[in-house]
């Protein structure tokens, strides 16, 4: 499973864009964010998520987005 960060997040859209720990921004919708986990997301807050192609463009987005600990 992939790691990285959150780049940016707004509340007001209801999406944001993760920084990957091999660089590349995925885009993340907050309806991707694991469900047991706290509606604040924030910048630089370390991340775990899977990858879903949009068959509909070229680009990456993020499922299954979970919050851990920069511990963990």
Same mark, same amino acid.
């Given at each position: 499973?992939? &790691? @990285? &960060?959150? &780049?940016? *997040? #707004? %509340?007001?859209?209801?999406?944001?864009?993760i920084r +990957?720990? $091999?660089? $590349?921004?995925? *885009? *993340?919708?907050? +309806? =991707?964010?694991? /469900?047991n $986990? #706290?509606? =604040?997301?924030?910048? @630089?807050?370390?991340? #775990?998520?899977?990858?879903? /192609?949009?068959? &509909? +463009?070229? #680009?990456? %987005?993020?499922? /299954?987005? /979970?919050? *851990?600990?920069?511990? @963990?």
């Amino acid at each position: 499973m992939p &790691k @990285g &960060k959150i &780049k940016w *997040f #707004s %509340t007001q859209i209801g999406a944001g864009v993760i920084r +990957s720990d $091999e660089g $590349e921004n995925v *885009f *993340f919708r907050f +309806s =991707a964010v694991h /469900k047991n $986990e #706290s509606t =604040a997301m924030r910048r @630089g807050q370390c991340v #775990s998520f899977d990858v879903a /192609k949009n068959l &509909k +463009s070229i #680009s990456t %987005t993020a499922a /299954k987005v /979970k919050p *851990f600990d920069n511990d @963990g």
